[in-house]
């Protein structure tokens, strides 16, 4: 009965990843949590804006989202094993614009119960020049943030909300 309740809780999976190898034990992560709440996941990852005019900015932009969209979900499927592909309902997005602002927006328009990410681990100056993207999500974030080390296992921090 219990996991009744708790899928009905989390419908909505949200994995940003940046293609990277380090994203892909959050996207797994992700993935898992998906099956086994029977949720849709939605993957995304956030492009930058490009320096262009406002004459070439829509155009250049939707090709842009297009040709990342693609690139993501050809991502998806030559790095997460087939298996756990198999009856996942999978969405992908790809979104101009910085990453925490576009994980937030995301989060909020598509009704989000929960973000599942990985973390660089950073520290030092780097950490405190760069920051971290996983942090800043949590901190304002309006649902739970699941935060993944590269090796697959759970950060010590995660943000509820």
Do not use: C
Request: charged fraction near 15%.
């Amino acid at each position: 009965m219990k996991r009744t309740l708790r899928s009905a809780a989390i419908k909505t999976i949200l994995a940003p990843t940046d293609l990277s190898l380090g994203s892909l034990s959050g996207v797994i992560k992700a993935a898992e949590l998906a099956h086994g709440f029977q949720a849709n996941l939605i993957l995304m990852t956030a492009v930058p804006k490009p320096r262009a005019t406002a004459e070439q900015h829509g155009r250049y932009l939707d090709q842009t989202a297009g040709t990342v969209r693609m690139q993501l979900a050809s991502w998806f499927a030559r790095q997460v094993p087939a298996a756990m592909r198999q009856g996942l309902s999978v969405r992908f997005l790809a979104v101009i614009g910085t990453p925490v602002d576009m994980i937030l927006q995301v989060t909020n328009t598509e009704g989000v119960d929960l973000i599942v990410m990985a973390i660089r681990g950073r520290s030092g100056l780097r950490r405190l020049l760069y920051g971290s993207v996983a942090e800043g999500v949590a901190r304002v974030s309006p649902s739970p943030v699941l935060t993944i080390r590269t090796d697959g296992t759970p950060a010590r921090t995660v943000a509820v909300a």
